[in-house]
């Protein structure tokens, strides 16, 4: 290991252990990576200068104002990952995730809402520096984006991320419009047919059909009452795990998005 790397490594342990002693002790591509990642680190715990042990990025009481643009965009992406938030019973994916509503329920992602205590950094360093390596992260879901930004070429991240949290918005509206509910949703076909033809929400419709009952089989498994649609398999009705998982694109999305700000400026 180069000495200047592993005398990195070793200064930030303090700050970030378990990670830290694991990368010391052999060769690895984050080695290489980690020197100026962990100096964006340094950077976020040195501005909490009260020694709270919490971060605090809201327009009142900034602590932010000083920090590098590095040091921000670790901010936004731990502000936005939220890795200390409840768990959801659809899973680890969907951890932080709630739904909101009345008559219809539309899922939501919650974010740490600007406040990070030392406990979330410390848990986001290990996963940023593996996310940094393979942005769009692994499996289905990692599929299904590649899929729609080549099949879309004017397409990135963050214009995915806010088409499908737009496409879920527009299912609770017809929802609302037609006066069903939860348990009377939409077909795909009936979905596909009030989408706007060429558009990146109706692209990301008919590239993810179905996919919410497979990417969610494990919890649907173990908590069929999650969606008696899809414990059924039916398919082909956009219900709830079929929402869901839209919110799990739409949240992939948005990390690699943030994710990109921070690559551009370990370069």
Known sequence: MKPLVAATLLGAAALIPHYAQAQ????????????????????????DQ??????????????LQSASPLAKAIFAYADYVNP?????PWGQSARGDYVEGGIT????????????LKADLEAIWGPLATRLQQPLGAGLVAQDL??????????DA?????AAELLLAQIHTLLRAEGRNDTQPFTQAELLARLPANSLERLIAEQTAGHGVQFFASALNHNPALDR?????????VSSAQQQYLLTIAKRAKEAALLQDIQALLR
């Open 24 to 47: 010391t002790g052999r060769e690895s591509p984050l080695v290489e990576d980690s020197a100026p990642l962990a100096r964006g680190f340094e950077q976020l715990f040195a501005a």
């Open 50 to 63: 009260n020694g709270d042990g919490k971060l605090i990025g809201t327009r009142f009481g900034d602590e």
């Open 84 to 88: 200390n938030a409840p768990f959801s």
């Open 105 to 116: 329920f539309k899922p939501r992602h919650m974010t740490a809402n600007r406040i990070l």
């Open 146 to 155: 590649k899929q729609i930004l080549a099949l879309d070429p004017k397409a």
């Open 158 to 162: 963050a214009s995915v991320h806010q």
């Open 229 to 237: 649609r899809a414990a059924a398999g039916d398919a082909e009705i």
